[in-house]
């Protein structure tokens, strides 16, 4: 494992992460359990309330949850950006977004116009909160590694894709004008894209070469590619909200949207063969399962965008919608989640080691024993992974017949989904537990 570059001696107490990844997988379990509640009614159409409150429990409850520990946490170590009071900002920010994350659900369930004021406020002002603390340590951060650029950027689409989130939320009560569906596409894309893509690309230029020992990304993609992603987004918003406002440049602007959405298509598609190659040419060819999340992650990118652009070019309205929601579908089933499935392991992983390593130098240093340490591959054991990658292979395989036959296999896949997150659950509580004794003097 390459550690140059890391500022290992500002990590926050390892409670600050753990306390947001633990509470991922419920949300993710939640939202498997309103699919198999629901049945058919659950992913029949993007605009359903069930679709809605699953796709926010995953994208906002689970996603973002780790995203919020993970960049807590890799702030201070990657970048040397330290992150001040983190105990208390962590639980404010947790209690926070649970509350509104929940409450956005039952809004979304319920149609019940306080629900969508309360979490407007709530989410909102969780973000805030942590959009000005990390932002203030990504000002002061002190490395110069290629991370910093694109998680600065990050930052900026969370802020756009929770400001798209209030005005929707908002419609939703009745205070405003309910943009559908241009401001729901563009929250979507912002969400997607922004935040979650461009902190994972910019989160893997460092934990790639980290954890799979493999060599560093291109230099010229590492300066120049979250920035050109970032002013692509910008772009494609400032033309969909003009062409919106006047009809006479509608089609031309249709053409300057294909443009743009062919030149982010082609951004993320090198990526995925990038991170392909590197893995492929990887120096250390030990059989990791954890680099097989990657791989998942990076042909189900490739897939997404596949059925994207199918559905666009289909020329059937029903087809184009169903093609469209297939492919967001895919996106996160098939991308998002194994991708941070594997980051998060993989970080779990190396924290307990990491923590345990300083509690020692510490001991030693006051001339007392040492505790034992694990190796980072027995923390989560390599069995357990690979029974969390057959769960993965079987929720993605039934995945997609969710929206294409929702009434056959809407219960299936809850429960297959279901499964993977709490098999997750598991593998993290039992990590910290384990963690917890070795803190508590496990003699080496």
Known sequence: MKLEGLSLQQAPPISVPFRFFIAAPLFGIFSALLVVGLGEESLVSRWTPGTLAITHGLLLGFLTSIMFGAQMQMLPVLAGAVVKNPKQLSWIIQLAWIAGVLLLQFAFMRGEAWAFQLAAVLLAGAVLVFAGSSGAALYRATSNIASVPGMKFALIALLVTIIWGVVLGLGHSGQLTLQRPIGTNLHLMWGLLGWVGLLIISVAYQVVPLFQITDAYPKKMTRFFTPAVFTLLVLRMLAVLIQSQIEANGQALTYVL???????????????????????RRLRKVKDSHQKFWKVACFGLLTSILCWWVARWSGDPSYTELGLFLSVTLFIACFVIPVVTGMLYKIVAFLIWFHLQGMNTERMMAGQPAIKVPHMKAVISEKRIKSQL??????????????IWPALSSIPAGVVWMGYFSMMLYNLCYAYLEYRQYAAGKAA
């Open 258 to 280: 294909v443009f743009i959405d062919l030149l982010l298509s082609a951004g993320l598609i090198a990526f995925s063969l990038i991170t392909l190659q590197l893995q492929k």
């Open 390 to 403: 057959m769960l993965l292979y079987l929720a993605i395989l039934v995945t997609p017949f969710v929206v």
